[in-house]
Structures are given as structure tokens and as C-alpha cells.
Nanobody, 116 residues
Framework: QVQLVESGGGLVQPGGSLGLSCTVS????????MGWYRQAPGKERDVVATIDISGNLVEDDSVKGRFTLSRDNTRRTVFLQMNNLKPEDTAVYFC??????????WGKGTAVTVSH
């Protein structure tokens, strides 16, 4: 069974930094896309950053220049470095992976709170 194991998150002050990590474990298959989404209280789940099998990167405009998404060479682990965090970054962050046949997998979510 496929599992997305997340780590990171926490409480930081504005301007601070956090790193989130996610690894796909369990069944072995090709991951065609992987990254992070986030959902703020009362809001819809929105993309933060994703990277596909070819290395194409998608970033939300709100995080450009502040967040960096990277992956290891197994293409089963991604890391999101979040710098210069803002209060509006506060959300639950969910790891996402796209496998064969359009199958989507999600982590359980990790909370990021940016506040004084």
C-alpha cells in the first residue's frame, strides 16, 4: 500500500523558515508528479509547488522567490524549503503524488503556523 510520509511543520514567526519533507513508501511505481498543496482555514486546497517526472516545476505566485521545491534522484522524495514566511502562509500542508493511471495519493497533512 502506498504511503506518503510527511515531516516538518510547526510554529514560526514572520520572516522565519521551515522545511517540509515527504517520501513515497510502500508499493514501487513511477511517480509522475509530486509536491505540496496547502489549505488554510475556511479556504480551498491550493497548489504550493509541484514537480513532474521531467523536472517541470509549478509554483504558486504567492510563494515564488520564497519557497524552493526540490526532489532527490529517486523521484520519491520532495523537500520544500520555506523562507521568509508570512502569516498568509499559515495552513495545513499536504504532500501529493501522482502515480500510474491517474492515481492520486495524499499525505495526512502537517500544520504550518506563521504568527508572532
Amino acid at each position: 500500500q502506498v504511503q506518503l510520509v510527511e515531516s516538518g511543520g510547526g510554529l514560526v514567526q514572520p520572516g522565519g523558515s521551515l522545511g517540509l519533507s515527504c517520501t513515497v513508501s510502500g508499493d514501487t511505481f513511477t511517480i509522475y508528479n509530486m509536491g505540496w498543496y496547502r489549505q488554510a482555514p475556511g479556504k480551498e486546497r491550493d497548489v504550493v509547488a509541484t514537480i513532474d517526472i521531467s523536472g517541470n516545476l509549478v509554483e504558486d505566485d504567492s510563494v515564488k522567490g520564497r519557497f524552493t521545491l526540490s526532489r532527490d534522484n529517486t523521484r520519491r522524495t520532495v523537500f520544500l524549503q520555506m523562507n521568509n514566511l508570512k502569516p498568509e502562509d499559515t495552513a495545513v500542508y499536504f504532500c501529493y503524488a501522482l502515480g500510474p493511471y491517474g492515481r492520486q495519493y495524499w499525505g495526512k497533512g502537517t500544520a504550518v503556523t506563521v504568527s508572532h
